[in-house]
């Protein structure tokens, strides 16, 4: 072991885990694994799309149609009228802080960029349209941010379609890999590999719709 070491523990995404419930439950669970005093913090979004947007003045500034004017209430994913606070990860970051006093969070970017290119949020599988987002830095202008990482490597697939790229079928296929959303689903797109393979028609895509922008 190592006791200089950060460490964060997974907290998945405001789609996920930002209502009250839910949060509650998670709060409980860690409790139940003694482990906070060893952790410097959360990561939030690994692997997942959810946008960063702007943080709210308070907490569930957002709900009950209030404050909808505000950039912070930018809702892509619908999730404000489902009584979620949490609806991006700024604002799923300030929840996190009240659950969890005094820890401290990173956030992956690696595949934010677009905030509303699904037309269903709870589809994760190699989404069509998505973009890399903010690169790797130290420099959050959030005091509760440590730093966005690429925690997930842009291009690693996510699932595979039901046939793969070499013709056989695939064993692993999850049905979410054949959301209407995931790459491979339209004719005359690419075949997905399995999870963790390169997905190059997919990188190139993150590439082309980052923002900021990764040529400029």
């Known amino acids: 072991a190592c006791p200089a070491a950060a460490l964060y523990l997974d907290a998945a995404h405001g789609g996920w885990l930002g209502w009250t419930n839910n949060l509650a439950q ?29 943080a709210c003045p308070q907490l569930q ?28 990860e700024a604002n799923y970051v300030m929840e996190l802080a ?14 934010n960029g677009v905030a509303d290119m699904r037309s269903d949020c709870a589809n994760w599988c190699n989404i069509r349209g998505a973009g890399v987002g903010r690169r790797p830095t130290a420099i959050t202008n959030n005091t509760l941010v440590d730093a966005f990482y690429w925690l997930k490597t842009p291009g690693e697939s996510d699932g595979c379609t039901q ?4 013709g056989q079928q695939c064993s692993r296929y999850d049905s979410f890999c054949g959301s209407t959303d995931s790459i491979g689903s339209r004719p005359g ?20 719709n980052s923002n900021p922008n990764l040529f400029k």
């Open 26 to 54: 998670f709060q409980a669970e860690v409790g139940r694994l003694g482990v906070l005093d060893k952790l410097r913090g959360f990561s939030t979004n690994v692997a997942n799309y959810q946008p960063i947007g702007v």
């Open 61 to 88: 500034w957002c709900l009950n149609g209030e404050h909808q004017s505000d950039p912070c209430c930018a809702d892509p994913c619908h999730l404000e009228g489902q009584y979620n606070p949490a609806q991006n």
């Open 98 to 111: 009240a659950a969890f006093p005094g820890k401290y969070f990173i956030t992956d970017t690696g595949r």
């Open 163 to 166: 046939t793969l790229p070499n």
């Open 189 to 208: 797109e690419p075949r997905a590999p399995v999870a963790g393979q390169w997905f190059d028609y997919q990188v190139k895509q993150l590439a082309a």
